[in-house]
């Protein structure tokens, strides 16, 4: 599959038809993904800054950001729409218990209490930490915030987030002559800026549960 994957990359088709097709499956891949967070769309994002650096046109990187952003506000927002039809419900819905599955209790009681200090601009924050972002949300659900008022931290962060995954795609297509090179590079360090939280929460984790051993 990766093999499959590298040899599209290689053989990319004009810049014509690179835009008619790209430009529509970044904002579909991006508003899904932020719809249903499994979609890796930091990377995916990251792959379109790559392609539309070596490109001629000038405008193909600004596109590439308002589309990304565009996309990632909309997933954002019907999630949030959702998830408020199961905090409305008394018999709750799928996706407020699917949002609560991916959250624990302790990341949650986190959320909740940077969302009492900080209030909206820990928005911000929560898209570009990832796995953030879920437990934020989960947060502003369960405090009532108003979808207007969700609306208003979440495009910054949308915006933040773009140009953020963004900056390390052209950091990938400037250190490549070769745009297939520069995807695989991006894709790379996007996987690895992901890993990094993750593991970190296992070390503190694993600490924190040493610590219990000894005290007892």
Known sequence: MTGGLLAAVRDLPPESTQQAVGYPSLFLLVALGALVPV???GAIVSSAAVVAFHQSSPFSLLFVFLLASAAALLGDLALYWLGQRGVRSRNGSRWLAALRGRVTPDRLAQAQERLDSHQVSVLVLSRLVPAGRIPVMLACLLAR????RFARGDAAA??????TYQLIGVLGGSLFPEPWQGVVAAVGLTLLVGAVPALWRRIRGGGREALRHEDA
Not at 145 to 148: A, E, S, T, Y
């Open 39 to 41: 979609v890796p769309t």
């Open 145 to 148: 915030m108003p979808l207007r």
């Open 158 to 163: 949308c915006l933040a987030w773009a140009a």
